[in-house]
């Protein structure tokens, strides 16, 4: 198997016990948990009533109301998170090669 180096310049996070990475690493600490029942659909005809769900998520503070309707809320969770990641690494995308 070949190494390879890997060099992590940004963080990024938008998960169940928050909505960035210093409100994720903060509710680590406070060994906070993410899972909860779960609010985003009945789960009456389903075995599992649990799920790790993002809680108080308001796309318009992300995206436009265009954009939201075209994304899966999965989809935006991974945008947001990678924007955070791209402004920790302070990355000029005018500079980098979008090909990559």
Not at 30 to 59: M, Q, R, V
């Amino acid at each position: 198997m070949e190494k390879r180096r890997v060099v992590v310049t940004g963080l990024g996070a938008f998960t169940p016990i928050g909505h960035n990475v210093e409100e994720s690493w903060q509710a680590i600490m406070e060994g906070k948990c993410g899972i909860a029942p779960i609010s985003h659909f009945d789960t009456t005809n389903f075995k599992t009533k649990l799920a790790a769900e993002i809680k108080d998520y308001d796309p318009s503070l992300y995206f436009d109301k265009k954009e939201v309707k075209k994304m899966d809320a999965f989809i935006q969770y991974g945008l947001i998170a990678a924007r955070e990641a791209v402004e920790d690494a302070k990355l000029d995308q005018m500079t980098f090669d979008h090909e990559r």
